[in-house]
């Protein structure tokens, strides 16, 4: 059984058979935070851009993923959406790319992948959308939290 509850910006408890787990947040690395700003800002975003794309940076990520979202078919606002908060510089850029190269929208492809991890929340997405959800259900049932595990339940209802 898995039993706890997680509180705001503290750490928190969980329960797996019988044991007791404790989890601490960590606290992002000021010069992570620094380096990623001064990466963005070296080229294109402004400075109320780069701060934006790297509040809470735990690495550059963030910088380079905007960057690279930008070199790419996005526009800034666009790659800040995609990439604040990212922890991998190639993955929601990727992700993005696989969504809209199906059904989905720039909009809805940048709302799916934003700090995506792997090209999961765009399978996910196009495998709701392939039978019984809407582009936007498929978007909302993927987005954020664990597209992986809804993927694999997709997987068994569809077959």
Do not use: M, W
Not at 50 to 69: D, E, F, K, L, V
Not at 92 to 103: I, L, N
């Amino acid at each position: 059984a898995f039993t706890g509850a997680p509180a705001l910006a503290a750490g928190f408890e969980i329960i797996q058979n019988g044991q007791t787990y404790r989890c601490e947040p960590v606290a992002p690395d000021g010069n992570a935070v620094l380096d990623c700003v001064n990466l963005a800002y070296a080229g294109p975003f402004s400075r109320e851009e780069s701060t934006r794309i790297c509040r809470g940076a735990y690495s550059i990520a963030p910088a380079q993923c905007a960057r690279n979202a930008y070199a790419g078919p996005y526009n800034k606002e666009e790659s800040i959406q995609l990439c604040q908060g990212s922890s991998s510089a190639d993955a929601p850029v990727s992700c993005a790319a696989h969504a809209y190269a199906g059904p989905f929208n720039r909009a809805q492809s940048i709302r799916l992948c934003a700090r995506a991890t792997s090209n999961a929340p765009a399978e996910c997405a196009r495998r709701a959308y392939a039978g019984p959800y809407t582009l936007e259900e498929a978007v909302n049932l993927c987005t954020g939290g664990a597209p992986e595990q809804v993927l694999e339940v997709l997987k068994k209802i569809q077959g």
